[in-house]
């Protein structure tokens, strides 16, 4: 007995018997993301491939990525990161003069594992120079229907929730679904500009029964609102298209003409299930340093660490034309098409899990 190899606990998805299992899952996870590629095809999108290693992966605070580093002949070294993102590699496209552009990308983020998180996953996106951010939520919609229609079923299910495929998504802004779901007014603590009231909104928290600890900030706060009292509800009968997000938590989103508190961002939900985030898209580089360099201070301050921000994409903003951009989780959409329970059951090589 080779005392040294490592116990089992469960069937690995290599064995025989466990891929028999899969297979249709993959299968069916092949058969959308051609469907995808002809929907794309079809409508003048060029495909393209980004480069994984990059010299920031993203700039949001809790978005962790995985480190490493470029070593020259010489025995130089340089930090390089594994991007959670194609965003900027995109965008950079778009200021070269691309118009229409779509990748599937896979992506690392750290820190995240479960049903419906994965190290290493697909992130679908797409952008559209000189079109509106509205276009992206029919896409999203239309996004829904093939995937469905691929796979010949009427219905998206999801822990005890359902989602009708073909029915157009409901519209709801932050504002609505605050005031809908928690009775907090969240507007009365955004003002124009991005500022926040924490003080307001704490007490929206406190009058709705949400506990929240005293050196929670404002963000903090928001967060605890739309996972335990909006985002259950979401996606239920029919998709749901979350938008206008405070300009605060829309970091590379430019702000709404309609409304300054809020920005041209949202989300798309399929039986409680996050499956999309778009951008009207922020092209002002010096903004977006702020934004950036603000999103940094929160992570050092929690995490305590930071992220480089990669220059030549600000260069690039100053160059690129208006533009609306989407990232949807295809293994997420492929999952629930295919009827699977966790995305890593539409993964053809799923992460080795590495923590016991």
């Known amino acids: 007995m080779n005392s040294s190899r490592p116990a089992i606990s469960r069937s690995p998805w290599w064995m025989p018997e466990s891929h028999v299992d899969r297979r249709p899952f993959l299968m ?3 058969a959308v993301q051609a469907a995808v590629r002809g929907f794309f095809g079809a409508r003048d999108f060029i495909e393209v491939d980004t480069a994984t290693l990059q010299v920031s992966p993203g700039n949001e605070t809790h978005l962790h990525a995985f480190a490493t580093e470029a070593i020259a002949i010489d025995g130089g070294r340089a930090p390089l ?61 239309d996004m829904l229907a093939l995937a469905a229609e691929t796979m010949k079923t009427g219905r998206f299910a999801f822990r005890g929730m359902e989602t009708d495929p073909f029915a157009a998504p409901e519209r709801l802004t932050l504002a609505e679904a605050f005031d809908r779901f928690a009775g907090i007014d969240l507007l009365a603590s955004v003002a124009a500009g991005g500022d926040t009231d924490r003080d307001l909104l704490a007490a929206g928290l406190r009058e ?23 985002e259950p509800h979401l996606g239920q009968g029919r998709a749901t298209i979350l938008c206008e997000y405070p300009v605060s938590e829309a970091a590379l989103a430019r702000p709404s003409a309609d409304d300054p508190r809020v920005a041209e961002r949202f989300e798309l939900y399929a039986c409680g299930v996050e499956l999309a985030n778009a951008f009207g898209e922020l092209t002002d580089a010096g903004e977006q340093r702020r934004r950036f360099e603000h ?35 295809f293994d997420r959409l492929a999952m629930l098409a295919t009827g699977a329970t966790r995305v890593d059951q539409v993964m053809w090589a799923p992460v080795a899990e590495v923590f016991g």
Not at 94 to 99: C, F, N, S, V, Y
Not at 301 to 323: K, S, T, V, W
């Open 28 to 30: 069916g996870r092949n």
């Open 81 to 141: 990161y594994l991007h959670t993102s194609p965003e900027f590699a995109a965008k950079k496209l778009l200021a070269a003069g691309e118009k229409r552009i779509f990748t599937f990308a896979h992506v690392y983020r750290n820190r995240e594992r479960g049903p419906l998180h994965h190290p290493e996953f697909t992130m679908l996106e797409w952008y559209r120079a000189g079109e509106g951010y509205e276009q992206l939520m029919a896409d999203c919609a």
């Open 208 to 230: 709705a029964g949400i506990r929240f600890a005293r050196d929670d900030t404002w963000a903090d706060l928001f967060s605890k609102v739309l996972v335990e009292k909006v």
């Open 295 to 329: 999103e940094m201070a929160e992570k050092a301050r929690i995490y305590g660490e930071r992220y480089p921000i990669d220059e030549d994409f600000l260069a690039a903003l100053a160059i690129m034309p208006e533009a609306s951009g989407a990232a949807l989780g």
